[in-house]
Structure formats: C-alpha cells, structure tokens
C-alpha cells in the first residue's frame, strides 16, 4: 500500500462501505502510527464511507443490515481516531436530541437518523426508546440542541409527538428548537397538523431536512 | 349475500353485490364491546365477543382472531409489554445471543403464553359465525419471530455475519407457526400470515429470499396440504419482492399502502388475489368518510379488473381508535360501487 495520505482515506473509507470492522479499526490505527490528520482521516474516511453507504441504501443496493454493518465500521474507527483529534476541530457541532416516542419500542428507523446524522457532523443526544414527551423537552433544553427529532412506528404514540409541541409551546421555548417527526405511520399533513417543523419518510431525507432546518450546506 | 357466499361466488366469476370488503379490525374490537385492550389477555372468550361484535357492527368480510405480532415470540420466551388501554408491544426480545439459540424450544400451542387464549378465541368466533364469515388466526411469518426472539437489529448484523444463527432461529420460528397453525386449524379457523419484518423497508429481496421465503413456504405448503387458501401480508415496501411473495404459494397477497395495486396487478394479478390497500394511519385513523370513500375508489380503479380479484382492505390492521365513521365509510364506499365495477363512475365525485 502507498504511504499517500489520500490513499489511506480511500482504505478507510472502502472499509466502511465494504462493511470491515475489523479492517477499519486496523486503518484508523495505521493512520494514528503514521501521524495523518485524525480530522481529516474522519471526514475523508470515515463519513465518506458511511456517506456513500447512504447513497447505496437511498438506491435500495443497500438494506438495513448491510447500513448498520458499515455503521459499526464507521464507529470502531471512530473511537481509534477521535482521542486523536486536535483541539481546533472539537468545535461544538450542531446538537440534535432524537428519540422514539412513549409507548414504542421499534429503534431501527430512529437509530438509522442516529448514525446518518453522526455521519454528516451532527451531535446526537440519543435518549433512546420509549421516551415520555417531558423528557424531549428537558434534555433539548439541557443540551442546548438545536433539534428534536422524534420517530414512532406506532399509531398509538402520535399524540406524544404532539405533546412534545404542546409543551414547548407551553414553556415558551418553541421558537428556540426545529422539531421533525417520522417512522411509519406519520405523514407530512400530520407533522403540519400538530406544527412541526418537517417530517422525512427516510434517514437520508431526514439528514438533508436536518440541514436545511440549522441551515448547514448539505 | 353473507361473507362466505360472497367469496365462494366472486372466486367462481359469478354475480356478487359488492366487492369483498376488510378493514383488518384487531384491537378496536375492544372498543366496540367497550372494555379495554389488555383485558384481551389470556381472555379468549372477550378476544371472540369482541371480534363477533365488531363484526356484526360493520358488516365485514373476513374475521382476524388478531391483538398484536408476538404471540408466537412471547409464548418462546420474548417479552411483551402490556399498556393499559393500548396495543401491546415488545419489551424485550428472548435471548441477547447466539449462544443462547440452544435454550430455546418451539411453542406449545395449547399450553404456551397467550396461544391457547387466542385459539380458544378462535374456536369460539368460528362457532358462533362461522357458517357465513370466514374467521382468520393470525400467523406470524418465522423470520418476524426470529427477529423478536433476539431482537431486530442483532438479527440485522447476523444476517451477514452468522447466516447459520438466523436460520437457526427461524426454523424454531418455522416449527412453532407450523404447530399453531395446526392448532389454528383445529379449532376450525385459517391461518393467515403476516411477515412484517420481510418488508424490502428493512431487508433486501435476496435476503427475503433466504431468509424469509423458504420458511413461508413450508407453512404454505402444509396449509395447501390441508386444502386452506394461504393469505401473506407483509408491512412497508415489497414491490421487489412481489413475484418471491407469489412464488410462496400464497393466494392472496395484502399490500400495505406503500405499494400501488395497479402495478401489482401488472406484476402479479394473473397469480394472487390482491387485498389492499387504504392507508391505516393517514386516511383510516387520521382522514375523514369522504377521504376514506376516494381513498376505496382509488384501489378499485387500480385493480378491479386484477385476474385473481381484489379484496379492498385496509393496508394493514387498523389503529385501535380508528373512528367507526370511517369503518362505516369504508364499506359503504365498496356497496355503492356495487358490482360489476363501472370503471367511468369510478371518477364521479360524491353528490
């Protein structure tokens, strides 16, 4: 293999879409020993993988399984190289506090956003599963996220994506965050009746809304 | 005409009254006999009441003995949470490993979880109507089970990693639908098959080929071997895997509304009756009768004319708080196209 940086950042990141944790994690330690840029490494590597991993699931090349491989990938990587990273480049990333709605425990749509998001430079604060509508607003809050994306794939939940709403609007803070909403049962005339701000029917849409909402170049 | 004469002359082309209409009621039943959804439980004899009711409420075409996709699972050792008032949901699948595969046995049907309560529903349901209603067991397909067995997103990973594991784990799957589909049957009802997790949403159609098919198949085999119709529904997007799902074997496919019945028709109507496919969530729980009474015109238009008929249903069961309205609109939509289907009144908006 060539010492070229250039070619380093195409191993990782054909590691990540081939779906190689292990070979990946070998990578980001090799780049680590030859002293490339860790940021660099990432973002050429690393999420350039899982970006292209995203593009074969939009063209349905890629299910959920093969994503949530390359996830694992991009993750292992992720904790060789992060230690790594220079001071300048932990700025503070645009935060968004993501969870599946009380009374609903399907994750996989909501953990799909999770990673896709990670993968185009996002925070995510993941509260997880079967969150009561108290807590989206308490930790978006707390996080000084700039957005609350919540998910359901039950019918029975869509009331607590609009209490979330609710009571953000209650406690004067629904200016201060963008709320999306999505999984299965939700439309975008339901996120328009209960005031969200957006609503995807996938994880790369949710990723380009996200954007467009904090207003990063997508 | 009753259900069953309906369907015995729509399936010999002739004359009906209507279309064979089902809004797949599960859990609302429970709001028509005005008790709660976790009173279901191990309730066999309130699970038929509330079936028998519903039924007799709205006039529908097919009973689906149905509360929620985990009997199976739960009676293998998954765990299911119960809400008060609502649909129950999984709290945790069996086992969190591959090396835990060995403690798990296929269900006992007659003695297993809440199987026995479901097929005491059944056989109560059947010999109260039975006569003129077809009364359906649910049946959830081996691959959803194996994933509610070890959770959804380790099978995901094993799929790649450890494709030995997953079969594994569906054929206990296998084994257990094929015991309670035997039960089903004895208590004089059909099994009707869901396999959600098969949906092209979450996996690929070469892996609905391994993963999902061959197991299918087997119980479609053995439901064929017992002279029974097979139904398939399978949630979310499927239109790759629609000539899979008909090579099954299966009779009639139910679409969810992600798929268009028109192109299923051109794809695989000359094979498999198609049900399908008013939106649950938009138009059944969310929309208005009027919404309802276009969104049930709209499937006719698509495929009325499908060579092994449609039944106009629902795409998936119903919300538990659907308005009864729109059950009501659903049907009077299909009775006031009437039958034969005039394809030009179709498009004539209400007066």
């Given at each position: 293999?060539?010492?070229?940086p250039?070619?380093?950042?195409?191993?990782?990141s054909?590691a990540?879409?081939?779906?190689?944790e292990?070979?990946t994690r070998?990578l980001?330690?090799?780049?680590?020993?030859?002293?490339v840029?860790?940021y660099?490494a990432i973002?050429?590597g690393?999420?350039?993988?899982?970006?292209?991993?995203?593009q074969?699931f939009?063209?349905?090349?890629y299910?959920i399984p093969?994503?949530?491989?390359?996830?694992?990938?991009?993750y292992?990587?992720?904790d060789?190289l992060r230690?790594?990273l220079?001071?300048?480049?932990?700025?503070?990333?645009?935060k968004?506090?993501i969870?599946?709605?009380e009374?609903?425990?399907?994750d996989i749509?909501?953990n799909?956003?999770?990673?896709?998001?990670?993968?185009s430079?996002?925070?995510t604060?993941?509260?997880?599963?079967?969150?009561?509508?108290?807590?989206?607003?308490?930790?978006?809050?707390?996080h000084?996220?700039q957005?609350?994306a919540?998910?359901t794939?039950?019918?029975?939940?869509?009331?607590?994506?609009?209490?979330?709403?609710?009571?953000l609007?209650q406690?004067q803070l629904?200016e201060?965050?963008?709320?999306?909403?999505g999984?299965?049962p939700i439309?975008?005339?339901f996120?328009?009746?209960?005031?969200?701000?957006?609503?995807?029917?996938g994880?790369p849409?949710?990723v380009?809304?996200?954007?467009?909402?904090v207003g990063v170049a997508? | 005409?009753?259900?069953?004469?309906r369907f015995a002359a729509?399936?010999?082309?002739?004359?009906i009254d209507?279309?064979?209409c089902?809004?797949?009621?599960g859990?609302?039943?429970?709001r028509?006999l005005?008790?709660?959804v976790?009173?279901?439980r191990g309730?066999g004899r309130?699970?038929?009441?509330?079936q028998i009711?519903?039924?007799?409420?709205?006039?529908y075409d097919v009973?689906?003995?149905?509360t929620?996709?985990y009997?199976?699972?739960?009676?293998?050792?998954a765990?299911v949470?119960?809400p008060?008032?609502e649909?129950?949901?999984?709290?945790?699948?069996?086992i969190?490993?591959?090396a835990?595969?060995?403690?798990?046995?296929?269900?006992?049907?007659?003695?297993?979880?809440n199987?026995?309560?479901h097929?005491?529903?059944m056989?109560?349901?059947h010999?109260?109507?039975?006569?003129?209603v077809?009364?359906?067991?649910a049946?959830?397909?081996p691959?959803t089970?194996?994933s509610?067995l070890?959770?959804?997103?380790?099978?995901a990973?094993l799929?790649?990693k450890e494709p030995a594991?997953?079969?594994q784990?569906c054929?206990l799957?296998?084994l257990?639908?094929?015991?309670?589909?035997?039960?089903?049957?004895?208590?004089?009802?059909?099994?009707?098959?869901?396999?959600?997790?098969?949906?092209?949403?979450v996996i690929?159609?070469?892996?609905?080929?391994?993963?999902?098919?061959p197991?299918l198949k087997r119980i479609i085999?053995?439901?064929?071997?017992?002279?029974r119709?097979?139904?398939l529904h399978?949630?979310?997007?499927t239109?790759?895997i629609w000539?899979a799902?008909?090579d099954t074997g299966?009779?009639?496919?139910?679409?969810?509304?992600?798929?268009?019945l028109?192109?299923?028709k051109?794809?695989?109507?000359?094979?498999?009756?198609?049900?399908?496919n008013?939106?649950?969530?938009?138009?059944m729980?969310?929309?208005?009768p009027a919404?309802?009474?276009e969104?049930v015109?709209?499937?006719?238009?698509?495929a009325?004319d499908n060579?092994?008929g449609?039944i106009?249903a629902s795409?998936c069961s119903?919300p538990?708080?659907?308005?009864?309205?729109?059950?009501?609109a659903?049907?009077?939509?299909?009775r006031?196209?009437g039958?034969p289907v005039?394809?030009?009144?179709?498009?004539?908006?209400?007066?």
């Open positions: 293999m060539s010492n070229q250039e070619t380093l950042y195409r191993a990782l054909d990540v879409v081939g779906m190689d292990e070979k070998q980001s330690e090799q780049a680590v020993q030859t002293g840029d860790a660099t973002e050429q690393l999420v350039d993988g899982m970006n292209r991993a995203g074969l939009e063209t349905e090349e299910f093969e994503l949530l491989l390359c996830s694992d990938a991009m292992a990587g992720l060789v230690p790594h220079k001071r300048d480049h932990s700025v503070a990333r645009p968004v506090v969870g599946v709605v009374g609903d425990t399907h749509g909501k799909l956003v999770k990673i896709m998001l990670e993968a430079g996002f925070e604060i993941d509260l997880g599963r079967d969150i009561p509508p108290k807590r989206f607003v308490e930790e978006a809050v707390k000084e996220a957005v609350i919540l998910s794939l039950m019918t029975t939940t869509m009331d607590g994506m609009a209490e979330v709403i609710q009571l609007r406690a629904r201060r965050f963008k709320v999306i909403v999984g299965g439309s975008q005339a996120a328009d009746r209960i005031g969200a701000d957006g609503y995807s029917s994880a849409g949710a380009k809304l996200v954007k467009q909402l997508a | 005409m009753t259900p069953l004469e729509y399936g010999k082309g002739q004359p209507r279309l064979p089902v809004p797949i009621v859990n609302t039943a429970a028509v005005g008790v709660k976790s009173a279901f309730n309130l699970i038929a009441d509330a009711a519903a039924y007799r409420r709205f006039g009973i689906r003995v149905f929620d996709l009997t199976q699972a739960e009676a293998m050792g765990k949470h119960y008060d008032d649909t129950a949901y999984l709290a945790g699948p069996a969190d490993s591959v835990r595969i060995a403690r798990l046995k296929p269900a006992d049907p007659w003695r297993d979880g199987l026995p309560a097929l005491d529903a056989a109560r349901v010999q109260a109507v039975g006569q003129e077809p009364v359906n067991g049946l959830t397909g691959f089970t194996a509610f070890i959770g959804t997103e380790n099978l990973r799929m790649l594991a997953v079969h784990l054929e799957a296998c257990s639908a094929l015991a309670y589909a035997r039960a089903i049957l004895s208590a004089g009802c059909t099994p009707s098959l869901t396999d959600a997790m098969c949906s092209t949403t690929s159609p070469r892996q609905f080929r391994e993963f999902g098919f197991y085999d053995f439901l064929h071997s017992q002279g119709a097979a139904t399978i949630c979310g997007k239109r790759p000539e799902m008909a299966a009779d009639c496919l139910s679409l969810d509304n992600a798929a268009n028109a192109e299923a051109s794809k695989v109507g000359h094979r498999v009756r198609l049900m399908g008013v939106p649950p969530s938009e138009i729980l969310q929309g208005t919404q309802v009474r969104a015109r709209a499937c006719v238009r698509q009325h060579p092994k449609l106009v795409g119903l538990v708080e659907t308005p009864w309205k729109n059950i009501d659903m049907l009077a939509a299909v006031e196209i039958w005039d394809p030009p009144s179709l498009n004539q908006a209400l007066n």
